[in-house]
């Protein structure tokens, strides 16, 4: 064998006296070098953690920032309200489509369809009325749009035929349950 080739003994051998171990055939020597290797291990750990605590606090500081600059650029957070609350006007309309008289439940619809003019007006739609405004809204801003249209068709022929619409007890109902689909999306009640 030269004297260039290194064997896996002498690797070893020379390993440990690098690191001050006695001879090879030394096991006390073998045990304090274990010992040294962990206790390198251990600090090193220690090292490795509290650096990643440091990291770690670093990083929730710089968010806690983040989000207080998000708060003062966005202003106030909105909360939808609460569900229990009802509007008085929408119990009103609720109360009229509940009974049994056909003039309460045409009443009702007029009252359902003023309320979505002034619910679009306040939504910024302009125009006369709520046809004109319903022209204007997208349908990617309302998805109940055509519920809206339905709605008010519904109200235009009220509005026009007066007493002789007929108007039926289902149909009623189906036109209030579209305005509520509308108003529950936009959160007006």
Known sequence: MSSDQVTLGSFF??????FGVGGAGNLSGLYQFAA???LWVIVLGYLFSLAGLIALVYIM???YEVRKREEAYYGTVLIA???AEV??????IQALIGSESPSEWRE???EADIMLDDMLARQG?????VGERLQQVERADLNTLQDAWEAHKVRNQIAHQGSSFDLSQTL???TVARYEAVFREFGAI
């Open 13 to 18: 051998a020379n390993l440990l006296a690098f």
């Open 36 to 38: 040294h290797l962990w």
């Open 61 to 63: 500081m710089r968010l």
């Open 81 to 83: 309200p609460e569900s």
């Open 87 to 92: 509007s008085p006007r929408w119990a009103h």
């Open 108 to 110: 009702a619809i007029i």
């Open 125 to 129: 739609y302009t125009g006369d009325g």
């Open 172 to 174: 009623a109902s189906r």
